[in-house]
């Protein structure tokens, strides 16, 4: 069946424009067990990146090597948290520097049952809190809940063994898998997005209950196969990532608020990885592998907050365009125009015949 969607998608998009990056909707072909992701020539692993975009640094660890989140941490500069996939790991989370060396590792007395994301976010107390996302669910909506493990963010770097807080979570319209997590700065509010073909944006309850079971409550779409989800510094943006790219989302006025615009990661082999710089002017994508690279991806213009997008005024030059060079803009207006209505049009036929096919299966 992945073969089919595969081809599918290949057929429809062989003669058309550009699709943005969220509708490209290549999917994983392979040989894989039921429920299990698949590989092969067919599978996305990502386009032409933002000008700009290049390595940030690679894991060196090679206890690293299924990376499947990233988070910044809000104590130590320079510091980025990580973990592994499923599979013959430890439940160990990993502070790594700017360079990829491993700093301190985090073993949660806990089971590793499908961890898929780790943010840093302030907790009850105000004090940052890392969270883990023990989200994923390869069968589909097999498990009855997932779990959210938050413990204090060390203001030490070192080993230690760590006895977690676990939240507990359920969907209102039943199991699924997610890869996708991230909180709030604002108001500590956590998100899931699922990844399937009609992707949902979920939103926890206001207030987590540790003693209870928090519904998961759907509130928007959300692109297809949806593996990572982060917010901005100040909460006014947030972006989800694919395999293949990044959409980017203003949630000034509050979430789901409304899709900027997307755009192409650099081509990964398994990207599931992402995250705001802690000044909020770039992003970090990353991917799964032993001594994987992590990607600085900056945001243009369009992307930025309000309060970055004025620092960034404030630090260029004004230029201004040449009568030529704004009658040629026109032109390309025009054909822009041209190609946004045919990438539309294909956009609408290939999802509609995916999702098809998706429920013949």
């Not at 062989?14 to 072909?29: I, K, N, Q, R, S």
Request: charged share 25%; hydrophobic share 35%; aromatic share 8%.
């Amino acid at each position: 069946m992945r073969r089919l969607l595969a081809l599918a998608a290949a057929v429809v998009l062989a003669p058309g424009p550009a699709l943005p990056a969220w509708a490209d909707t290549d999917v994983p072909d392979g040989t894989g067990e039921p429920g299990e992701p698949g590989e092969g020539p067919n599978y996305p692993r990502g386009g032409e990146p933002p000008e700009g975009s290049e390595t940030a640094f690679e894991f060196q660890d090679p206890l690293v090597s299924e990376s499947s989140g990233i988070a910044p941490s809000l104590r130590h500069e320079g510091v980025w948290w990580t973990h592994n996939d499923s599979g013959l790991h430890e439940p160990s989370v990993y502070a790594v520097d700017e360079d990829g060396e491993t700093l301190a590792i985090l073993t949660l007395n806990v089971e590793l049952r499908d961890w898929e994301a780790v943010t840093v976010a302030e907790g009850p107390d105000g004090q940052p809190q890392i969270h883990v996302g023990d989200i994923g669910d390869n069968f589909g909506g097999g498990w009855p809940d997932i779990r959210v493990y938050r413990f204090p963010e060390p203001e030490t770097l070192a080993d230690a063994a760590i006895d977690p807080t676990t939240l507990t979570l359920t969907y209102e319209d039943g199991g699924r898998d997610a890869e996708s997590m991230m909180i709030d700065p604002r108001d500590g509010r956590l998100y899931l997005a699922s990844k399937e073909f009609s992707g949902g944006l979920y939103a926890a309850p206001e207030e987590l209950d540790p003693e209870g079971e928090n519904v998961l409550e759907r509130i928007e779409s959300a692109p297809l196969f949806a593996t990572d989800a982060a917010f901005h510094p100040d909460g006014t943006r947030y972006v989800i990532r694919t395999y293949w790219g990044a959409t980017v989302y203003d949630s000034t006025d509050g979430v789901p608020g409304d899709a900027i615009g997307s755009f192409d990661l650099p081509e990964m082999d398994q990207g599931e990885s992402i995250a705001f710089t802690p000044d909020g002017t770039a992003l970090m994508a990353g991917t799964e592998g032993e001594h994987a690279p992590v990607w600085r991806v900056p945001l243009a213009d369009e992307f930025l907050s309000e309060e970055d997008a004025e620092l960034a005024a404030g630090d260029g030059e004004e230029t201004g365009a040449s009568p030529e060079e704004a009658e040629s803009g026109d032109g390309d207006d025009d054909s822009a125009l041209g190609l946004i209505a045919g990438g539309a049009v294909v956009a609408g036929v290939l999802i509609a015949a995916v999702l098809w096919l998706a429920r013949c299966s």
